[in-house]
């Protein structure tokens, strides 16, 4: 959806910017001629006759209305130039700055909650051609505990988010619900219980440390492991072992593993692989609204 959307605006930026261009170059010098010959041809053929029925107040007015038709423009061209600052400004600002994203579900909870509207950062981690998603300016790269925008590898189309657990070349292991990232857990401490609306339970909330990010997370309350079945047969699939109880993945070059705060409801690297790099959107930065709870606007990390 999103990339669709990149696209449709792409194609309307250039077809306005050409439009645009055609009037600075061509349409608007024609219009501005057309304009002074009427001008010359009212002032010499209509305006003594005008002057000496209507008087000279009528003169004024319909000189200004025959120079008005004169310099007008083509429908398609006054929308494509009045347009066209408003879609580059959209186009820039969507593509190299800041982009607005909706959390449609609460597989990031509770650190992000269904209909929270965030900001994502487009240049934390480089800069990247619109469209086609090149980096062209490596600027950053994803860090363990951020918050990931990404095209959902299996249907690039659709935007992901979940948070970065595994960076190039880390050994992942998730196994009775306890993570570790090289060899060493990831620490945790429980917090108490936290309500999901959504599900009408309960879930055990934890404080996790996951590199310099300190965040919450949820496990269902139900002590022990899960199994893990992966749900397609994904690249890079045969970096990954699956066992009772969980599974262990080593992230190859130029890809990233990603799980979300809501462990036990949540459809990710687990599942379905490895997020490459170029399907990276942007760094979560910021909730500017939720329409259901205003106190939900603020910073996220």
Not at 176 to 204: C, H, I, Q, T, W
Request: charge should be neutral; proline fraction near 7%; charged fraction near 25%.
């Amino acid at each position: 959806m999103s990339w669709n959307f990149a696209l449709i605006l792409f194609v309307l930026l250039v077809l306005t910017g050409v439009v645009w261009m055609m009037d600075v170059a061509w349409l608007r010098p024609a219009r501005q001629r057309r304009v002074a010959d009427a001008a010359a041809e009212f002032d010499r053929d209509r305006a003594p006759h005008l002057a000496r029925v209507e008087g000279q107040a009528a003169v004024s007015q319909h000189r200004e209305r025959t120079l008005a038709e004169a310099g007008k423009a083509p429908w398609w061209v006054e929308y494509s130039v009045s347009f066209f600052p408003v879609i580059l400004f959209v186009f820039v600002l969507r593509s190299f700055v800041v982009e607005p994203f909706r959390i449609p579900s609460g597989s990031m909870l509770p650190t992000l909650q269904s209909g929270d509207l965030i900001l994502v950062n487009k240049f934390t981690y480089g800069i990247r051609l619109p469209v086609v998603d090149t980096k062209v300016i490596g600027i950053g790269e994803p860090q363990r505990g951020d918050i990931m925008v990404f095209r959902y590898p299996p249907e690039p189309d659709v935007d992901f988010i979940k948070r970065v657990v595994g960076l190039p070349g880390d050994e992942i292991a998730y196994v009775n619900k306890e993570l570790s990232v090289n060899g060493k857990p990831v620490p945790r401490e429980r917090m108490g219980d936290y309500f999901e609306p959504d599900r009408a339970s309960y879930s055990a909330e934890f404080s996790e440390q996951l590199g310099d990010v300190s965040h919450r997370i949820l496990l269902d309350a139900q002590p022990g492991g899960s199994e893990i079945y992966p749900n397609v047969a994904f690249p890079y699939h045969n970096r990954c072992s699956y066992q009772p109880g969980g599974m262990r993945c080593t992230v190859p070059e130029g890809h990233y593993f990603v799980m979300g705060d809501n462990r036990d409801n949540s459809a990710d690297s687990r599942y379905w692989g490895f997020v490459p790099d170029k399907n990276v959107v942007g760094k979560a930065f910021f909730i500017w609204m939720n329409f259901s709870d205003l106190s939900r606007i603020g910073g996220v990390r």
